[in-house]
């Protein structure tokens, strides 16, 4: 989203938006438009996100802090619970909500069941139709009368956030309706996540894409190191952590070619973002239940007793 001339007649603005709804309806592609710089990872794969990131912009005299959430589902295992916790702990922290839903996916189970919980704590949120340039203008009208039948919001917006069709009316309606406030963070700033963790994200992000069924969610990322060298690029240390030998092999991959791509790629894209070298360091090691253990949840502000 490129910045506007701040009006110094006109009061600042200031406010926390959450962005909250099933796996893959496209809260972090929203936030990414908006701040017009990748700080949220996204793959055609659900729960890609794990943890609240905000992505912060400016839009005339309003500072909005998108609250990108992961999916809310139906959780089974411990990370899934702390990931499901961390999506409503992001709507008691926001002043607006902002349900984004699938247009193409529909009024599915997990949608209800989200639905079900913002009536029960009397949620007003602002319905968000993502994805729209993927479904009939026809079927989109009575998803939207479905929808708003189901619970109470205060105003619906159709959208296609990846290509930014119908966008700017919704950032209008945000950027007037959170509270009159000065900024709370530096106009530049995009991200409250320190670089090391954007970048372990990023490699994250690449492991979802290059490796293929359940694998990517049996391993979690955490950087090791971040240090700034004398000719002003930076080395990167960044651990992966699988559950199986056998996992550390596929992540490998023959000869090293599967990690050696992957870090190329995760390389390129943090460059690209920083806009300066980075000496990248992948490592892949074996821990048997990381998801059992707390050390792995503290470094992306996880519950783990969720």
Excluded at 108 to 128: G, M, S, Y
Excluded at 166 to 185: C, G, R, T, V
Aim: charged share 30%; glycine share 6%.
């Amino acid at each position: 989203m490129s910045e506007d001339i701040t009006n110094l007649e006109q009061p600042t603005r200031c406010g926390f938006v959450a962005l909250i709804g099933a796996p893959n309806a496209g809260k972090s592609t929203v936030t990414n438009n908006f701040v017009g710089s990748k700080v949220s990872i996204v793959s055609p794969k659900v729960q890609t996100t794990r943890t609240q990131v905000k992505g912060i912009g400016i839009y005339e005299n309003t500072q909005i802090i998108f609250i990108d959430t992961p999916g809310i589902f139906k959780p089974k295992r411990r990370l899934d619970r702390a990931m499901v916790a961390s999506s409503w702990s992001g709507v008691g922290d926001a002043d607006i909500v902002v349900l984004v839903v699938d247009a193409k996916r529909g009024f599915d189970d997990e949608t209800k069941a989200i639905i079900n919980k913002l009536n029960k704590n009397k949620t007003e949120a602002v319905l968000l139709l993502n994805k729209i340039d993927l479904i009939q203008k026809e079927k989109l009208l009575g998803l939207s009368a479905e929808l708003n039948a189901a619970g109470k919001f205060k105003e619906t917006f159709m959208v296609s956030a990846l290509n930014g069709e119908q966008m700017e009316d919704f950032y209008k309606y945000i950027a007037d309706n959170l509270p009159e406030s000065p900024w709370y963070y530096d106009e530049d700033q995009i991200s409250d996540m320190p670089l090391k963790l954007l970048a372990a994200e990023i490699v994250r992000e690449k492991l979802f894409l290059y490796l293929h069924h359940e694998l990517p969610y049996a391993l979690t990322v955490e950087p090791e190191l971040w240090e700034r060298r004398e000719d002003g690029s930076v080395r990167a240390e960044i651990t992966i952590y699988v559950e199986k030998d056998n996992q550390k092999i596929i992540v490998l991959g023959h000869g090293g070619q599967m990690i050696k791509r992957i870090g190329q790629a995760a390389r390129k894209e943090i460059e690209d973002l920083l806009e300066e070298r980075v000496h990248l360091f992948l490592f892949v090691k074996v821990r048997e239940n990381w998801q059992e253990d707390a050390a792995r949840y503290t470094t992306w502000n996880l519950d783990f007793n969720a």
